[in-house]
T-cell receptor, first 114, second 117 residues
């Protein structure tokens, strides 16, 4: 069963605006990752945040993690047309490593309007 | 580094035939590989864990006789969809763990799109 539920399911914004996607999960985790998937393609790993971290940055990406609320957010700043894709959060349950178990969320389809 | 390839990238077959999909780790050895299935506009669902030199571990609800997995070497795992039916049409993605690293993440292949007519 899916561990993560993402919100919103679909998001359409104007190029240049910021995009925020949220992920909620059910059980304690070891870490949480965000992936991007262009239509019909494989996954691109974006960022990993550990359970003892609260925020992480990578270029235009900012990820937050609130383990008390069992939620994470992915912020993409200054969006570009190339950011159009589906974004998935993926959790590794406590007691596992990412090498042994990853559970994907339902995903958010992001569309950037030119 | 840590590149995973899949072959073929897409395949169309007739109902009742078997289809083999290959997953290769190109620049590292992988004792463990994973097979996922993704239906349109849905998330990835883990099908099975492929272990080099031993039997695969299947997730609940996945028929092991339907989806045969062979992990005969440290760089190759194959998924064979036997007697494929239209409902098996899906996007199949594999991932691999770099045995030489801390193994903090899985490296994903580009996926194989299967269409069963």
């Amino acid at each position: 069963s899916q561990q993560g539920e993402e919100d919103p399911q679909a998001l359409s914004i104007q190029e240049g605006e910021n995009a925020t996607m949220n992920c909620s999960y059910k059980t304690s985790i070891n870490n949480l990752q965000w992936y991007r998937q262009n239509s019909g393609r494989g996954l691109v790993h974006l960022i990993l945040i550990r359970s003892n971290e609260r925020e992480k940055h990578s270029g235009r990406l900012r990820v937050t993690l609130d383990t008390s609320k069992k939620s994470s957010s992915l912020l993409i700043t200054a969006s570009r047309a190339a950011d159009t894709a589906s974004y998935f959060c993926a959790t590794t349950p406590k007691g596992y490593s990412s090498a042994s178990k990853i559970i994907f969320g339902s995903g958010t389809r992001l569309s950037i309007r030119p | 580094g840590a590149v995973v390839s899949q072959h073929p990238s897409w395949v169309i077959c007739k109902s009742g035939t078997s289809v083999k999909i290959e997953c290769r780790s190109l620049d590292f050895q992988a004792t463990t590989m994973f097979w996922y299935r993704q239906f349109p506009k849905q998330s990835l669902m883990l099908m099975a864990t492929s272990n080099e030199g031993s039997k695969a571990t299947y997730e609940q609800g996945v028929e092991k006789d339907k989806f045969l997995i062979n992990h005969a070497s440290l760089t190759l795992s194959t998924l064979t969809v036997t007697s494929a039916h239209p409902e098996d049409s899906s996007f199949y993605i594999c991932s691999a763990i770099n045995s030489g690293s801390l193994g903090e993440t899985q490296y994903f292949g580009p996926g194989t799109r299967l269409l069963v007519l």
